[in-house]
């Protein structure tokens, strides 16, 4: 993703990401320009995947659709994931 100049959507629904695989699609998206869909759900991405994840969506300007259902997130990972949304002027 870090290099991707074609793809606009990623569905990676239910493949156990877990944190780690979530930290790594957040540094991705800080500098990606043209994933326009991710689709994250059942990924056992848990607080610590969507506090990376909000942090990558304060620099990503591209991004209209975050999937996360079924993450097993909490409520530190939710706030801060709605930060992010706040300061993020393409996510609906």
């Known amino acids: 993703l870090e290099k991707n100049s074609t793809l606009t959507t990623l569905d990676l629904w239910g493949n156990k990401i877990g944190p780690d695989g979530a930290s790594k ?13 991710l ?7 848990g607080d610590e995947g969507a506090s ?3 942090a990558a969506l304060e620099k990503n300007s591209k991004l209209t659709t975050l ?16 930060a992010a949304v706040e300061k993020n002027s393409t996510l609906a």
């Not at 699609?25 to 800080?30: R, T, W, Y």
């Not at 689709?39 to 991405?45: C, R």
């Not at 079924?70 to 801060?80: H, Q, R, T, V, W």
């Open 25 to 37: 699609l957040a540094a991705a998206l800080e500098t990606n320009s043209t994933l326009m869909n």
């Open 39 to 45: 689709y994250l759900g059942v990924n056992k991405i």
């Open 52 to 54: 990376k994840l909000a």
């Open 67 to 82: 999937e996360l259902q079924g993450n097993e997130i909490g409520d530190e990972g939710a706030s801060k994931l709605a």
